[in-house]
């Protein structure tokens, strides 16, 4: 039911795949929404400098099936490392469970829906799924964390540096979001 209603509400094209490049080495994306004009967002893959090439690492790498019998749960040490790689997110233990978290303040609840379209089309693209939370009416929260190790893995912080790559500016209001729950 939950799909059906935010279908309604929200719908995405992928004008390019992910990893194809476009103009300026950005894949586009257009989400239109059935009460607001449609806005255009992208992944965006412009900085520079040292940080800028782990960050561009990242995200053109690409998530690993998470049924693989190699995969495991890092370290926190290991993620604290990763963490840096992936500005804006931070550590979050719940139960003995490590997760990433991030927080965002959007204009209203259908930029929210709009917000999770464009996480989704990432998140569908990678087969790796983050837990997305619309909060209120305007506070959108993320989780990531691999279930099937019940914690974090590589996959995590690729899917991370993805998400932190998508152009909200159209989504985002000035307020500033708070991460704690």
Not at 36 to 54: I, R
């Amino acid at each position: 039911m939950a799909g059906l209603l935010l279908h309604r509400f929200v719908r995405i094209q992928r004008r390019l795949p992910l990893n194809a490049p476009a103009a300026g080495g950005a894949a586009l994306f257009y989400a239109s929404c059935s009460s607001s004009p449609p806005t255009v967002a992208h992944l965006e893959m412009s900085t520079s400098g040292k940080e800028a090439a782990a960050k561009v690492e990242l995200s053109n790498k690409s998530c690993v099936p998470c049924n693989s019998k190699d995969l495991h749960a890092m370290s926190e040490d290991s993620a604290k490392k990763s963490l840096e790689q992936v500005s804006g997110w931070e550590l979050k233990t719940e139960g003995d469970t490590l997760k990433l978290h991030r927080a965002w303040k959007v204009k209203n609840f259908v930029k929210g829906l709009e917000f999770f379209q464009l996480v989704a089309a990432i998140a569908e693209e990678e087969g790796h799924h983050p837990d997305l939370h619309l909060v209120g009416w305007n506070n959108v929260k993320i989780d990531v964390w691999t279930h099937s190790v019940r914690g974090l893995t590589d996959n995590d912080f690729i899917l991370a540096a993805k998400i932190n790559e998508l152009k909200l500016e159209g989504l985002l209001s000035k307020k500033k979001a708070t991460t704690q729950e």
